[in-house]
């Protein structure tokens, strides 16, 4: 089946630093990805829409400045976590869609962020 | 009222139960269902897709959506402790992202 790929699957950074997560579709092209993220033992939360070529749409209560989205390629978004917070600590993860009316919908491996 | 409601358990089974996963929904609007299974620390992986009523059979699994209740079903026959996960229910509209449900742990007793 379709592949979706997300790179790094954990990271620890320090209080005040950026980090950069990947997310890539392996062999297939989407135009659309979404952006999730998780606490433990709860549902996945949508952050925002990825749209290749243009900018993302965020979620009510999502941090556009802190939370950039870049959507450069058919195959790849990136999500930055800017000044990352211990707050900021969870699961990240991503997900494409495939095929022109988007319902089926892959998800990554996600990437488990620390912020110490 | 949340558009999409899942029972979050935990739902603990002896190995070969049937398993039944139930999710009801709000929004009519909602176009597809999907089932993913995600285990601890791992992205959700997909288990079934179904875009109309009735059944959909894969396996051991079965997915099963009634539209005019606003309610899907998923059934896990022959249960294995492999099965224990988290079960999350979806639904989607067009290319937008998935409405999720709150998912529920089972657990498949050896």
């Known amino acids: 089946g379709a592949v979706v790929s997300q790179h790094p699957s954990w990271v620890i950074c320090k209080s005040g630093t950026s980090v950069k997560i990947e997310c890539r579709s392996l062999?297939?092209?989407?135009?659309?990805m979404f952006w999730y993220r998780q606490f433990p033992k709860q549902s996945l939360m949508l952050m925002a829409t990825?749209?290749?070529?243009?900018?993302?749409?965020?979620e009510q209560g999502v941090e556009k400045d802190k939370f950039l989205i870049n959507h450069a390629s058919l195959t790849l978004s990136t999500l930055t976590v800017t000044s990352a917070h211990p707050e900021d600590s969870s699961f990240y993860i991503c997900?494409?869609?495939?095929?022109?009316?988007?319902?089926?919908?892959?998800f990554g491996e996600g990437s488990w962020l620390t912020v110490v | 009222q949340k558009e999409v409601e899942q029972d979050p358990g935990p739902l603990s089974v002896p190995e070969g139960a049937i398993v039944s996963l139930n999710c009801t929904y709000s929004?009519?609007?909602?176009?597809?269902f999907m089932w993913y299974r995600q285990y601890s620390r791992k992205g959700p992986e997909l288990l079934m897709y179904?875009?109309?009523?009735g059944n959909k059979e894969d396996g051991r699994f079965t997915a099963q959506v009634d539209k005019s209740s606003k309610y899907i079903s998923l059934f896990i026959r022959d249960s294995q402790p492999s099965d224990s996960a988290t079960y999350l229910c979806?639904?989607?509209?067009?290319?937008?992202?998935?409405?999720f449900g709150s998912g529920t742990r089972l657990q498949v007793q050896p």
């Open positions: 990825s749209n290749e070529g243009s900018k993302a749409t965020y």
């Open positions: 997900s494409a869609s495939l095929g022109d009316s988007g319902n089926t919908i892959y």
């Open positions: 979806a639904r989607g509209t067009g290319r937008r992202a998935l409405t």
């Open positions: 062999d297939f092209q989407a135009t659309t």
């Open positions: 929004n009519s609007a909602f176009q597809y």
């Open positions: 179904t875009y109309s009523s």
